[in-house]
């Protein structure tokens, strides 16, 4: 068959050339709906692409003492970052290693960073996910962040930033109440994930939990953002830190941040403020008095329930751990003998020796176990249960009553009436004066000494028996089981001075509720009871009493009405921490404290209230092996009640924030 290729092949060509201008149009007609129409659809696309929102740590909330000083604030904080994914785009592991590693090289040469700080860093920037902001250092100087700042554009990956760093500005004083804080690792991270479902209500794995999971993670991955360790930072973690907002951020083609854009709706709330009790004047008296002893001492007024001091000495400077406290330093925190890192006042338990009497004193009389003026004789030791127990005076006291017996803090009398009154009624009045129980004061740790008894006996773990009469001779001393710690001490004594009337005691005034329902009231005693226990106790600081010397706060009547001239009454208390027999000199004869180990001797104790006539202020102390109660204890006491009687902190109004939150227990903020 024949074909007229001449004629096909225009028709062909015209074809091809209508497909194409069929093509061309479309193309047309495409860019002009994208270039015309769509113009601002696009524009704003493409802002976002190069505008990032990141969260944004709030502003946390400050703490003060009870005057306004701040305990717990913000600074401005210089910080350098690395974002992992910009500093190297190589696939390749070893490759990309290599190129991080020069950046974090580079900028630790700026900034010099240790060996193994650069180890570490490089680490964290290999180890997935790479799209994170990885914190190089904070807390720089003006001129690191400025020579950081120069050299960024040479430094893929690197961003010198401005935020805020937690601060501390008096250091050691309140660092085992307020406690720190400190970058999140990912138990933290996990608790706080827990802990805002739990408060949200929402279940992990629905759609609302899961992005409340994310977005805590976000907020606590962020460099700048940091978590409360211990004290109250970590106890009101979810009222201090607020709720983050967001920042947008501009980056460049290689997603380093070139600029911050207007941000202020997307800002967050700022956390609660927090207002403590305490009064930081007289936290710093006390933690100086003590000098290089170590020890504790708990002050609360007797008329509020609020804790004007509760210091724990020595201590380390919290600023040191916001940042990360190096190995070094943390070791030597660990290994000091006096435990610098160990929050005495509220986890420390001890057994309270001869101020236990007070306890004693109190249960003898309301059972009726003892009359006041009934008389016991004190040769120096007693026959109870077939042996000997020795009173801390060898040559016997004589004849002694409730007052002499209290005055002359002699075991042989409070052997005699431990022994009258029996365990079980002594454990009820104990935990009327307020020990055995763990205070809820809106911080963390915290807890209870042993009140003891037959039921505690014989379900102890490690015990499983049954109460025996000579553990209740030893209990009528302060010893054997019985034990507290020195914030129960505390209470001990602020009960026997304020009687049932003396409210609960508490730490936070402001900014944080913190309920502690389970507190055992003290109730009303018989009448003239609580009358003959303080009478004792004024013995004791009087002439011919244990702790005679420092009886007066006032001996040149120079402390402002209505405290001029006035005296405190007490009771000194020296624990053993170890058991006689087993350090004894080659005749059989207990070896004297002076000639034992510093952490062997025994631990001074001196619980105290002032006037005697209007009590005010009630303290109790612990010089850890301090020895004396009476020597070392009381005059410590008598300093610290004679400053709070100068100062009348109490007397003041607590100081409130001008805009502030209450948060309850669960940590969700309540405005008031």
């Known amino acids: ?106 900028v630790g040469r700026l900034l010099r960073l240790s060996e193994a700080k650069k180890r570490t860093l490089l680490q964290d920037a290999t180890t997935p996910p790479g799209h994170r902001d990885i914190l190089i250092a904070d807390d720089l100087t003006w001129e690191e ?158 008329a509020t329930g609020e804790v004007m001091c509760m210091v724990s000495t020595p201590a380390p400077d919290p600023n040191l751990f916001v940042s990360g406290i190096a190995s070094a330093p943390y070791k030597a925190l660990r290994e000091d003998e006096r435990n610098p890192l160990y929050h005495k006042a509220y986890d420390g338990v001890y057994n309270p020796g001869s101020t236990f009497k007070i306890v004693v004193a109190a249960a003898a009389l309301e059972t ?44 042989c009398y409070f052997y005699r009436a431990a022994e009258r009154t029996g365990i079980e009624e002594i454990a009820k009045v104990a935990k009327r004066f307020g020990l055995g129980h763990r205070y809820e004061l809106g911080i963390t740790g915290g807890k209870a000494g042993v009140v003891p008894n037959n039921e505690w006996k014989l379900n102890h773990p490690r015990i499983k028996e049954r109460w025996y009469p000579g553990d209740t001779i030893s209990a009528g001393i302060g010893q054997g089981y019985v034990t507290a710690t020195p914030f129960e001490m505390a209470v001990m004594i602020a009960r026997a001075a304020g009687g049932a009337g003396m409210p609960d005691p508490h730490l936070i005034v402001n900014g944080l509720r913190v309920p502690d329902p389970t507190i055992t009231p003290m109730g009303e005693f018989k009448p003239g009871v609580l009358e003959l226990v303080r009478d004792g106790m004024l013995a004791v600081t009087e002439g011919g009493g244990t702790a005679a010397a420092s009886g007066s706060l006032d001996p040149e009547n120079k402390l402002p009405a209505p405290y001029t001239g006035a005296r405190m009454a007490g009771k000194s208390g020296s624990a053993q921490v170890i058991g006689l027999d087993k350090y004894r000199d080659s005749r059989g004869r207990a070896i004297s404290n002076d000639k034992l180990p510093w952490h062997l001797r025994d631990n001074a104790l001196f619980v105290a209230y002032a006037p005697i006539d209007k009590p005010r202020y009630a303290v109790a102390v612990i010089v850890e092996h301090g020895v004396s109660g009476s020597r070392v204890g009381a005059p410590i006491a008598r300093d610290l009640l004679a400053h709070a009687l100068r100062t009348d902190p109490g007397a003041r109004k607590a100081f409130v924030p001008k805009t502030r939150d209450i948060a309850s227990a669960d940590g969700a903020a309540q405005p008031t």
Not at 71 to 85: D, G, I
Not at 151 to 159: D, F, N, V
Not at 391 to 409: A, D, I, Q, V, Y
């Open 1 to 106: 068959m024949n074909r007229d290729w001449k004629n096909l092949f225009p028709s062909r060509r015209m074809i091809f050339l209508g497909a194409g201008g069929v093509v061309l149009l479309g193309l047309t007609a495409r860019l002009a709906e994208l270039q015309l129409f769509r113009q601002a659809e696009f524009e704003t696309k493409a802002r976002e692409v190069r505008i990032k929102l990141e969260p944004a740590p709030p502003h946390r909330g400050t703490i003060y003492d009870r005057s306004g000083r701040e305990l717990a604030s913000s600074k401005r904080n210089f910080y350098v970052t690395l974002r992992p994914e910009v500093a190297s785009q190589d696939r390749d592991l070893q490759k990309r290693r290599q190129e991080i590693g020069e950046v974090i090289e580079r």
């Open 145 to 302: 962040f400025a020579q950081v700042n120069v050299m960024a554009p040479e430094l893929a990956g690197i961003s010198a930033e401005v935020g805020e760093l937690r601060s501390y500005p008096l250091q050691a004083a309140f660092y085992h109440t307020i406690g720190y804080v400190q970058k999140a690792n990912e138990a933290d991270i996990q608790r706080m994930v827990e802990h805002e479902l739990t408060v949200a209500g929402e279940a992990p794995d629905s759609p609302e939990g899961k992005a409340r999971a994310t977005a805590v993670r976000r907020l606590y991955k962020h460099p700048a953002m940091r978590v409360g360790k211990q004290g109250i930072e970590a106890y009101g973690e979810l009222a201090l830190k607020g709720d983050p907002g967001k920042v947008r951020l501009l980056q460049n083609a290689t997603g380093r941040v070139i600029d911050r854009l207007p941000s202020e709706d997307l800002a967050g709330k700022p956390g609660a403020d927090v207002v403590l009790s305490v009064d930081a004047d007289l936290q710093n008296f006390a933690i100086q008095r003590f000098g290089s002893e170590a020890g504790s001492a708990v002050m609360i007024d007797v």
């Open 368 to 411: 009726g176990a003892m009359d006041p003026e009934d008389t016991v004789p004190c040769s120096g030791k007693a026959w109870y249960y077939n042996r000997f127990y020795n009173c801390w005076k060898p040559e016997g006291h004589g004849t002694m009553n409730l007052r002499t017996g209290l005055k002359n803090s002699c075991d």
